[in-house]
């Protein structure tokens, strides 16, 4: 990407694949936070 953003349509379009890149891996961390905290519960 050049990096210059035109249109309000670009700046919306560039901060939602922003959003999308970041959310993955959070949603990914929440879950596998969530199973590690599940996993220590049970064997007790």
């Given at each position: 990407?050049?990096?210059?953003?035109?249109?309000?349509?670009?700046f919306f379009l560039h901060?939602?694949?922003?959003t999308y890149l970041l959310m993955a891996p959070a949603l990914l961390?929440?879950?596998?936070f969530w199973i590690f905290l599940s996993k220590?519960?049970?064997e007790e």
């Open positions: 990407m050049d990096g210059i953003i035109y249109t309000l349509q670009d901060t939602k694949s922003i961390g929440f879950v596998g220590n519960d049970e």
